[in-house]
């Protein structure tokens, strides 16, 4: 079994900060990518960041300059450092992660809300 707790989410205003938290814990052979997705209301869930086993990154065109993915293999955790935010970028947070146990497959959190004031 094998879970991703998210945490660090909260409300701030325009401008600010806040560092998204997403520990990977159970029967974990190798972690590959992760990554944070995102779903405003009425809106699809979209890619925010990902991050992989290499340490390629991938970032939306709306957050690039803003947001930073990083990841401690140690702790099978990955951030997501959120700076100058906006009002756009209020929505639900999901981790998600490709993580081998006895075979590979995606797993998401559960989610942490971002609200940004203006």
């Known amino acids: 079994q094998v879970q991703l707790v998210e945490s660090g989410g909260g409300l701030v205003q325009a401008g600010g900060s806040l560092r998204l938290s997403c520990a990977a814990s159970?029967?974990?052979?190798?972690?590959?990518?992760m990554g944070w997705y995102r779903q405003a209301p009425g809106k699809q869930r979209e890619l925010v960041a990902v991050?992989?086993?290499?340490?390629?990154?991938n970032y939306a065109d709306s957050v690039k300059g803003r947001f930073t993915i990083s990841r401690d293999n140690a702790k099978n955790t990955v951030y997501l450092q959120m700076n100058s935010l906006k009002p756009e970028d209020t929505a639900v947070y999901y981790c998600n992660a490709n993580i081998r146990t006895v075979v590979s497959r995606y797993y998401w959190g559960q989610g942490t809300q971002v609200t940004v004031s203006s």
């Open positions: 991050l992989t086993s290499d340490s390629s990154t």
């Open positions: 159970g029967s974990i052979f190798s972690i590959n990518a």
